[in-house]
């Protein structure tokens, strides 16, 4: 028995120092590798610089701010452990020319046109050296950053006019920097302000009273609708990069409270929704959710929802997999529930009862399920090639009540049973848009409607991602595809109802001719083209009414 011992104790010594021994192996291979790719490499300091700021506008979202990878794989010149996607081989300037020039079937876009040969050029050295550090970002430089412009005692009670603002619509014209705020029964805009680099989405206070609006710079800038011409009343800059922000919409919470989900750093920042002053910072780095639950520091915040029947929000932590259940009723040390379900998060919506929310696990080609009030996870579904629903949308026919999604990666329109009995949480249906490939970004229906509204933005066809299809919900048959209208061009981008469920507003954007589409829901015919001079590239739309009620 005890040779045994002795025999096993050596057995393990042996292993340990060869894998030791091995691990200073691997290290010194990495340096010298490093270096060598670093050799290989010219790039001055302002090169450096430049491409940073390229990367930053239009390759983090989806590769991740330290390069580590998210939906796209990393971009290290040094594949990450366990994190393999390319291979240090492929990361060759000919080869990631090759890629940044004609983007690939799994979604990315191609480049070619958009950057210029010079910036194209750079990147494929500035990809194959060693990213630049991120510096610290916390509670301190939002304090700094925020910018009260209309104190609440100096803000009318009451609004300053006659328009409806549930029918108001907040549009991005994301390269500008700018959102323009139109009235959606007129069809006047009212305002256009500069509100920061790259906004990517707009929510809406739980009173409608409140535009929140959230940019790559990580800016929060907040609209007041009660002032004759809508205002900018407050301003902050919760990180470096973000995309999300939501605000407490809880029955004796509206308009309390507002959450910002950084992408760098990777935080969850609770501010006062009512000025935007910063309360608490809680970083979102931890174990992912599968695997050998390996520490992930770069855990971007992605879709964030609030509940109507809780006093809480989900926010969904892309590279760890976790949907956290933040509770707000003590903002300052808020609750947290952290629900394990699939890499990586990215958007998603409620199902037509606001019981259940369905996020894209995009990466792993899955739907996760949650039960907000029981805060556990229901289901994870197999649906296709990196599903990306936008909020997704709710439809009902005889198959019962349905959740809606689109994919990236492939040409297929998933529809997921939510209501209980036979197939709940099931996909019963798939349809395809017109021909071949995805790239469909958003999905749209509204109560009151009897069309499914798919958009095309990413597929490589520009006659395709031109043009947006509508389905009739109860056969699921394509019933027209809709091309840009004369004098309109470039992509066809994300769809909003107005209030009443009979107009959808559609955005043209990366063309000459930008403009945004007014249809008949019904009919299916221009009602309205918006073409003006102010109108630059337009994507995201929101009218206030269904973004205050999550009506998709
Ligand atoms: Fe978006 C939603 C992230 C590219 C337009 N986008 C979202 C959400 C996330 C996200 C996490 C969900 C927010 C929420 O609900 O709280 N988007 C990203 C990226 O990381 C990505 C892939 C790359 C990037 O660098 O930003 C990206 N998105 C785009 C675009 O290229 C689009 C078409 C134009 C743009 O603004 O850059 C775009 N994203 C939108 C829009 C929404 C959105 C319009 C809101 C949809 C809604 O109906 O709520």
Redesign the pocket.
């Known amino acids: 028995m005890k040779k045994l011992n002795v025999l096993i104790a050596l057995i393990v010594i042996a292993i340990l120092s060869f894998s030791c021994k091995s691990d200073k192996k691997s290290e010194v291979k990495k340096q010298k590798t490093t270096e060598i790719a670093s050799n290989e490499i010219s790039i001055t300091d302002a090169e450096m610089e430049k491409g940073a700021a390229i990367y930053f506008?239009?390759?983090?979202?989806?590769h991740g701010s330290s390069r580590k990878g998210?939906?796209g794989p990393h971009l290290l010149p040094i594949a990450p452990e366990g994190n393999n996607y390319l291979g240090t081989t492929m990361l060759k300037a000919a080869g990631l020319k090759a890629f940044i020039e004609n983007g690939t079937p799994g979604g990315m876009?191609e480049w070619k046109g958009i950057m210029t040969d010079d910036e194209i050029e750079l990147m494929t050295r500035f990809l194959q050296v060693d990213p630049p550090i991120v510096p610290p970002y916390g509670m301190a430089e939002i304090k700094n950053s925020w910018k009260l412009i209309i104190p609440v005692a100096d803000r009318p009670t009451k609004p300053q006019h006659k328009r409806n603002i549930d029918n108001y619509f907040g549009v991005?014209m994301?390269d500008a920097g700018k959102v323009a705020i139109i009235d959606g029964d007129t069809k006047e805009k009212l305002v256009v302000l500069k509100t920061g680099f790259?906004?990517?989405?707009l929510?809406t206070s739980a009173s409608g009273r409140y535009i929140y609006s959230v940019g790559?710079d990580g800016r929060i800038t907040m609209i007041d609708t009660y002032t004759k011409t809508p205002t900018i009343v407050a301003e902050v800059k919760g990180g470096f990069d973000a995309?999300?922000?939501?605000v407490s919409k809880f029955k004796g919470y509206e308009d309390k409270y507002l959450v910002f989900?950084g992408?760098s750093p990777s935080h969850i920042a609770i501010l006062d929704a009512q000025t935007l002053e910063p309360l608490s910072v809680t970083p979102t780095a931890g174990n992912a959710c599968d695997g050998d639950k390996e520490f992930i520091e770069e855990a971007r915040?992605?879709?964030?929802?609030a509940s109507h029947t809780d006093p809480v929000w989900i926010c969904?932590v892309?590279e760890t997999g976790m949907v956290w259940i933040v509770d707000y009723t003590d903002p300052r040390n808020p609750g947290m529930t952290q629900i394990p379900t699939a890499r990586f998060l990215?958007?998603?919506?409620f199902d037509s009862t606001g019981h259940y929310f369905l996020v894209a696990a995009n990466a792993s080609n899955k739907i996760v399920v949650i039960d907000v009030p029981n805060k556990k996870l229901v289901k994870i579904i197999e649906t296709g090639i990196k599903p990306h629903p936008?909020?997704g949308t709710n439809i009902k026919n005889k198959l019962g009540n349905l959740w809606v999604t689109s994919h990236l990666g492939e040409n297929k329109i998933s529809l997921i049973k939510t209501n209980p009995g036979d197939k709940q949480w099931t996909v019963v249906k798939e349809i395809k848009a017109t021909g071949n490939g995805g790239g469909a970004?958003?999905v749209?229906s509204h109560p009151k409607s009897k069309h499914l509204w798919v958009d095309r933005?990413?597929n490589p066809d520009a006659k395709l991602n031109s043009s947006v299809d509508v389905f009739d919900i109860n056969t699921l048959e394509l019933k027209k595809t809709l091309s840009a209208p004369e004098g309109v061009d470039g992509r066809a981008?994300?769809m909003?109802y107005n209030k009443a469920g009979n107009e959808v507003w559609v955005s043209y954007?990366m063309g000459k001719n930008s403009a945004i589409v007014i249809y008949d829901d019904k009919t299916l015919k221009v009602k309205k083209i918006i073409q003006e001079d102010w109108v630059e590239n337009p994507?995201?739309?929101?009218n206030v009414y269904n973004?205050t009620h999550d009506i998709?």
């Open positions: 506008d239009r390759c983090a979202g989806c998210a939906t876009p991005i994301r790259a906004v990517h989405i929510r790559r995309r999300s922000v939501e989900g992408y915040v992605a879709a964030i929802v969904n892309k990215h958007d998603g919506g936008g909020r970004l958003f749209k933005t990413l981008v994300h909003e954007f994507t995201g739309k929101f973004t998709y």
